[in-house]
């Protein structure tokens, strides 16, 4: 057996260093896109529920978390339900600055991704009005990589909420 049929050339590592140039740009526009539709619908839902006057923060990277939690807040009146999205704001915050602490961090990392999927299932409630549609919603969100949720999300986000 000989090894002398294959040999290390510069062309190798050019060609990885490219397919990797590739998938991180490809990574990064699709990101894009998914922050621009995301914003979108955080942004229309928003307006047609009645939350108008801060439906602007949906366009603001990082801080546009609390229109999901303004969007799925409960609470009597105005005041409660903002309370109650800022103190969904600050946990979650909370739970991301804790995440870059090591081993510690992990455990953080996945309560931060619960947090996230519990609120998106009240979104999904609160579009449908069932509990049991807004489970199947999640199941196929977490499928699809997010893409059932902008579908869905761009088709509901100038209704008002059923529940």
Do not use: C, H, Q
Not at 23 to 28: E, P
Not at 99 to 116: C, D, E, Q
Request: hydrophobic share 55%.
């Amino acid at each position: 057996m000989s090894y002398d049929s294959y040999y290390y050339n510069d062309y190798d590592a050019a060609t990885f260093g490219g397919f990797l140039l590739l998938i991180i740009i490809a990574s990064l526009v699709l990101g894009l896109i998914a922050y621009v539709i995301s914003a979108l619908i955080y942004f229309m839902a928003s307006k047609t529920n009645g939350f108008g006057d801060m439906a602007y923060i949906a366009w603001i990277p990082l801080i546009n978390v609390y229109s999901l939690f303004l969007l799925t807040a409960d609470g009597v009146d105005n005041e409660t339900v903002r309370a109650a999205a800022l103190k969904n704001t600050l946990i979650y915050a909370g739970l991301i600055i804790v995440s870059f602490i090591p081993f510690l961090g992990i455990i953080a990392s996945l309560g931060a991704a619960g947090f996230i999927l519990y609120f998106n299932y009240r979104l999904f409630y609160r579009w449908t009005g069932e509990a049991g549609k807004a489970v199947l919603y999640i199941i196929l969100t977490l499928l699809t990589g997010g893409i059932f949720f902008m579908i869905y999300g761009l088709m509901r986000m100038n209704r008002p909420f059923v529940a």
